[in-house]
């Protein structure tokens, strides 16, 4: 019959079979051991990585063998937080200066021989009042910071990434779901998913992967007044199916994978992380 493939007696089958395992796993194998080589050879920057979410990164990272840079907003918090990480270094910059961002980055790759990875992690909180009256300066300010300031290290860091680098740009689970109270947040968040979005089409060609990550309620120094008062605890914590808050080492997880190497052909994703808050 024409085009029907001759039937293989069950012994060629098998020595076919054999010979395509062996050949896949001798290819898995190989392709391991330069994702390994990659993985324990990253150099990676950390923004906001003086506590929190960018702190349990970094340490994550670094503990992987990955060379780590972080920064932050102050000479004495990232002064103590090189106290407590065994990393290349960090420095202090303005996030919403792109200036000052571009100098950073630049001192961070000269310092860790290159750049395949980037956190950008940087930002700051909203307000916590109703839009009627909510302060249009700092509404500004948390743009500059967790929009403007994104983009500005993503783009100087862009600059001198190679082909397999990735970015990852830490947006929130507000912006997808919008938190009463908070629109100056929810509206600087949203626009960090679409950055990383627009940022995955723009850089395509070049190689680099872009994400945006979406936490949800994690314990952190910023979150920390908030998870610990009963009451609101017990009503955050019945919005999420998972019953419990993250933590900032179950982050660090998705982040690290995401700069591993292994999801190179993961850009424009935007991946939840709340225990099921934003399903």
């Excluded at 796993?25 to 003086?50: F, M, P, Q």
């Excluded at 407590?84 to 919403?96: E, F, H, Q, R, Y």
């Excluded at 310092?111 to 990875?117: P, R």
């Excluded at 109703?130 to 983009?151: P, T, W």
Aim: glycine share 10%; with cysteine; aromatic share 4%.
């Amino acid at each position: 019959m024409g085009g029907r493939l001759p039937r293989l007696c069950p012994r060629a089958a098998r020595s076919l079979c054999c010979q395509s395992s062996s050949r896949w796993d001798d290819g898995r194998r190989e392709g391991d051991a330069r994702l390994s080589e990659i993985a324990n050879s990253r150099a990676v920057i950390v923004s906001g990585g003086t506590s929190g979410l960018g702190l349990a990164t970094a340490q994550l990272l670094a503990a992987r063998g990955a060379r780590v840079w972080i920064l932050g907003s102050r000479e004495q918090t990232v002064a103590a937080a090189l106290d407590k990480l065994n990393i290349v270094g960090g420095s202090a910059c303005d996030a919403a200066d792109e200036s000052s961002v571009e100098a950073a980055v630049t001192h961070a790759v000269e310092a860790l021989g290159g750049l395949d990875g980037v956190f950008v992690n940087a930002g700051v909180d909203g307000e916590d009042k109703n839009a009627m009256e909510l302060s249009l300066d700092n509404f500004r300010r948390i743009l500059d910071v967790n929009v403007l300031g994104a983009f500005a290290l993503a783009r100087a860091s862009a600059r001198v990434m190679e082909r397999g680098s990735a970015i990852v740009i830490n947006a929130s689970v507000s912006g997808l779901r919008p938190e009463h109270g908070f629109v100056d947040y929810n509206v600087s968040k949203a626009a960090a998913i679409t950055l990383a979005q627009s940022l995955a089409l723009d850089l395509a060609d070049r190689g680099i992967a872009v994400s945006a990550i979406c936490p949800g309620y994690i314990r952190t120094p910023m979150t920390e007044p908030m998870l610990d008062d009963p009451e609101r605890a017990a009503e955050l914590l019945s919005l999420i199916p998972a019953g419990r808050f993250g933590e900032p080492v179950d982050v660090a997880e998705l982040v690290d994978f995401l700069l591993s190497g292994r999801a190179t052909y993961m850009t424009g994703s935007v991946l939840s992380i709340d225990g099921g808050r934003s399903v």
